[in-house]
T-cell receptor, first 112, second 111 residues
Framework: DAGVTQSPTHLIKTRGQHVTLRCSPI?????VSWYQQVLGQGPQFIFQYYEKEERGRGNFPDRFSARQFPNYSSELNVNALLLGDSALYLC???????????FGQGTRLTVV | RKEVEQDPGPFNVPEGATVAFNCTYSNSASQSFFWYRQDCRKEPKLLMSVYSSGNEDGRFTAQLNRASQYISLLIRDSKLSDSATYLC????????????FGQGTILTVHP
């Protein structure tokens, strides 16, 4: 059984650029959430999508956006990258909201 | 006050030891909690859900204390492979199950 898959695994971008991260949830899971984790901290919630609708948004600037597709995969977009956006971006998949969440391996983004 | 707080450690224990971590939460309405394990530069892996009645899985026991608003994780007979960062997560407070994590507790088990 495939778990949560994220792509790419690593990415280096320059300040001011744009990035798109992708996530495929576990088969049958309809809820996808995005988290940002910086070194030494726990993951911070960015977005949650369920049934292709945004259901929750964390305290992140409007440069961050996301969407969920009909097959329940999801994209996270970040515009005008800042050095401080360097982090591990994690996607979590769950059957539906408020059920156990399983994480993908993450995308490690470095902004230089 | 942070929504979820953990003692960052590190906890250094010998193999075979019993170790316990606590995690406090501020949202008294929270109903769901989880423990995750995260190895260095890897993703968090779900270790246990935390139920009101407590939850045991082999060497691991999770407890919830609503009166004092904390959850705990007990690891018995520690193994070298238990070395990792342990993250607690509060899934309460929203209808969509946002997870609020503590900063993690580092555990090192040595021979």
């Amino acid at each position: 059984d495939a778990g949560v898959t994220q792509s790419p695994t690593h990415l280096i971008k320059t300040r001011g650029q744009h990035v798109t991260l992708r996530c495929s949830p576990i088969s049958g899971h309809k809820s996808v959430s995005w988290y940002q984790q910086v070194l030494g901290q726990g993951p911070q919630f960015i977005f949650q999508y369920y049934e292709k609708e945004e259901r929750g948004r964390g305290n992140f600037p409007d440069r961050f956006s996301a969407r969920q597709f009909p097959n329940y995969s999801s994209e996270l977009n970040v515009n005008a990258l800042l050095l401080g956006d360097s982090a591990l971006y994690l996607c979590a998949s769950s059957l539906r909201p408020n059920t156990e969440a399983f994480f993908g391996q993450g995308t490690r983004l470095t902004v230089v | 006050r942070k929504e979820v707080e953990q003692d960052p450690g590190p906890f250094n224990v010998p193999e075979g030891a019993t170790v316990a971590f606590n995690c406090t939460y501020s949202n008294s309405a929270s109903q769901s909690f989880f423990w995750y394990r995260q190895d260095c530069r890897k993703e968090p892996k779900l270790l246990m859900s935390v139920y009101s009645s407590g939850n045991e899985d082999g060497r691991f026991t999770a407890q919830l204390n609503r009166a004092s608003q904390y959850i705990s994780l007990l690891i018995r007979d520690s193994k070298l492979s238990d070395s990792a960062t342990y993250l607690c997560a509060d899934a309460g407070g929203t209808s969509y199950g946002k997870l609020t994590f503590g900063q993690g507790t580092i555990l090192t088990v040595h021979p």
